[in-house]
Every structure is written in structure tokens, then in C-alpha cells.
């Protein structure tokens, strides 16, 4: 059994790419089975120019106003990377003001990836619960739990507290 890691930092990387995976499947999967459902109920979805469906996309958002964990710019590459093998496109972002409906309609999935603190205002957060209860999918990595300890709705969407 050579292949099996041989550190704890390995093990971590490991564990951390299949826990992304996975997660990141699962939210896009969610996303396809609804759509399919709509799909049945009103028809075909609506097509590109190119005669194909909307590219699957996810948003990547790793804004800090705590601890800046060193990893984040390791966690876009690795989201990146499985976005090229699994077809869907990754914007990443420290930029909060792509919490608007506008621009959030445009994901299947978001994630927040080690952030810390208060990230959003009011308006950025009321426009977040409004894409995930519209069926948008969410993922929290490491330090998503350690975000926005004041929005009691994050909190539990999160499962944290």
C-alpha cells in the first residue's frame, strides 16, 4: 500500500481535496436534479447561442476580516483545478458586493472558503438567503464557521451554533 500518504499534512490534503470534492458535487448535483425537475414541469431550459446549457458555475469567496489564513490562495487553485476535470467554471472573489441577486443568480454554488468575521452588510446577507432558499447551494470550508458570528441564519445554515 504504497499509495496510502505517509505524513499528517498528506492525510489533511487528502482528506481536504475528497471533502471539497465531494461537497462541490453534491451542490451541483442538487442543482441539476431541481432543474430537471423545473425542466419537466415548463419545458426545456432556455438555450445559449450556441445551442447548449448555461455552464454550470461556482463562486469562491474568501474575504477575511479576522485571522488571514495562508491557505486560501491554495484552496482557489485546488476549487480551480476541480472545476477544469468536472466541467463547471469557478469565479473566486474577496469581493463582497457579488452578494447581490444579480449577481449570485448566475451560481449553482457558493462557497465560502476560510473566511473569518463580519463579511457581509445587511443587504449582501439578505440577498444570500434569498439564493439559498431559491435552491442555490453552499459549501463552508475551515473557517466558514468562524464567519459571521451576529447572523443567527448563518449560523445555521452552517450548522454551527
Same mark, same amino acid.
Given at each position: 500500500?504504497?499509495?496510502?500518504?505517509?505524513?499528517?499534512k498528506q492525510?489533511? !490534503?487528502?482528506?481536504?481535496?475528497? =471533502?471539497t470534492?465531494? $461537497?462541490l458535487?453534491?451542490?451541483?448535483?442538487? &442543482?441539476?436534479?431541481?432543474t &430537471?425537475?423545473?425542466?419537466t414541469?415548463? @419545458?426545456?431550459p432556455?438555450a445559449?447561442?450556441? =445551442?447548449?446549457?448555461?455552464?454550470? *458555475?461556482v463562486?469562491?469567496?474568501? +474575504?477575511? +476580516?479576522?485571522? +488571514?489564513?495562508?491557505?486560501?490562495? /491554495? =484552496?482557489?487553485?485546488?476549487?480551480q483545478?476541480? @472545476? !477544469?476535470?468536472?466541467? /463547471?467554471?469557478v469565479d473566486?472573489?474577496?469581493?463582497?458586493?457579488?452578494?447581490?441577486?444579480?449577481?449570485? *443568480?448566475?451560481?449553482?454554488?457558493?462557497v465560502?472558503l476560510?473566511?473569518?468575521?463580519?463579511?457581509?452588510?445587511?443587504v449582501?446577507?439578505?440577498?444570500?438567503e434569498?439564493?439559498? &432558499?431559491? @435552491? $442555490?447551494?453552499?459549501?463552508?470550508?475551515?473557517?466558514a464557521?468562524?464567519?459571521?458570528?451576529?447572523w443567527?441564519w448563518?449560523?445555521?445554515l452552517? $450548522?454551527?451554533?
Amino acid at each position: 500500500m504504497t499509495w496510502l500518504p505517509s505524513s499528517t499534512k498528506q492525510w489533511l !490534503r487528502l482528506l481536504t481535496t475528497a =471533502g471539497t470534492t465531494a $461537497g462541490l458535487y453534491a451542490c451541483l448535483n442538487t &442543482q441539476k436534479v431541481a432543474t &430537471q425537475n423545473t425542466q419537466t414541469a415548463a @419545458g426545456p431550459p432556455a438555450a445559449t447561442t450556441a =445551442g447548449t446549457t448555461t455552464a454550470r *458555475r461556482v463562486l469562491v469567496f474568501s +474575504k477575511t +476580516k479576522g485571522w +488571514k489564513h495562508t491557505s486560501i490562495p /491554495f =484552496g482557489n487553485v485546488a476549487i480551480q483545478k476541480l @472545476g !477544469r476535470e468536472n466541467n /463547471f467554471r469557478v469565479d473566486t472573489t474577496k469581493n463582497a458586493d457579488y452578494f447581490n441577486d444579480d449577481s449570485l *443568480r448566475h451560481y449553482q454554488a457558493v462557497v465560502f472558503l476560510s473566511t473569518t468575521g463580519n463579511v457581509l452588510n445587511p443587504v449582501q446577507q439578505a440577498a444570500f438567503e434569498r439564493y439559498i &432558499q431559491a @435552491g $442555490g447551494g453552499y459549501m463552508g470550508i475551515h473557517a466558514a464557521a468562524d464567519t459571521e458570528y451576529d447572523w443567527p441564519w448563518y449560523n445555521k445554515l452552517v $450548522g454551527a451554533y
